[in-house]
């Protein structure tokens, strides 16, 4: 059985991660981390209580992070500090915070992407060969949009979709974002020349999308080297 940890775990996405796993078999979660101050800390969550110590992660095998770029960043301290592995979902992550993920994954194993859905990182794999076959004469743009609540813009999915699609093109991608009501995840991806368009879009209905990628993810990544791997190794796997 895995022992879990779960950051943000009174949070929207860390309740579902939390509740999802408890219906797993392979699963136990052993440690529910909210930040300090937190009105809930010490209360029942489950059959465990809501901790802000860090520490805790000495009991647990995985860690799964879906926070804040701020948390995150203090939270690769502690798994590396006691060698646990990581299924990290956070995006907004600067350029100095992505270099202290690929740091860490030098001493243990994280599974880091923008996208934990399993049809996004088939996009992600299907994207080039589409690319490379319709050529220069097609111009491509990306719309992305999501809740109100999102912080970081253009979303880290739309900037991996531009990432993949520009390995090919050699040319920067236009990106558009909407941030409205409670729209959990649109992206579409937008190949316009000779006279047609096509649009291949990807819609998350729920965010139990992602919990349900991550939970793949933190099976996979148990037991495995120190590494940086991406979603295409869990779905290879």
Known sequence: MIKLGITGACGKMGRRIFELAGYDKDFEVALALEKKG???????????????????MFLIDVLVDFTLPEATE????YV?????????GTTGLSDAQKNKVEEVSKV????????MAVGMNVLF??????????GPDYSVEIVEAHHKAKKDAPSG????????????????IPTHSIRLGDIFGDHTVIFCGNSERIEIKHQAHSR?????GALKAAKWIFGKPAG?????DVLKG
Not at 38 to 56: F, Q, Y
Not at 74 to 77: A, G, Q, R, S
Not at 108 to 115: A, G, K, Q, S
Not at 157 to 172: G, H
């Open 125 to 134: 794999a299907m994207l080039p060969e589409i690319t490379q076959r319709l």
């Open 108 to 115: 243990i194993p994280v599974v880091f992407t923008p996208n």
């Open 228 to 232: 940086l791997y991406s979603m295409q």
């Open 208 to 212: 139990d999308l992602f919990v349900v």
């Open 80 to 88: 590396a500090k006691y060698k646990k592995a990581l299924v990290l």
């Open 74 to 77: 203090t939270h690769l301290d």
């Open 38 to 56: 937190t009105p809930l800390i010490g209360k029942d969550l489950g059959r465990i209580k809501v901790s802000s110590n860090l520490d805790g």
């Open 157 to 172: 999915t739309a900037k991996k979709l531009a990432e993949v699609i520009t390995l090919v093109s050699k040319k920067e």
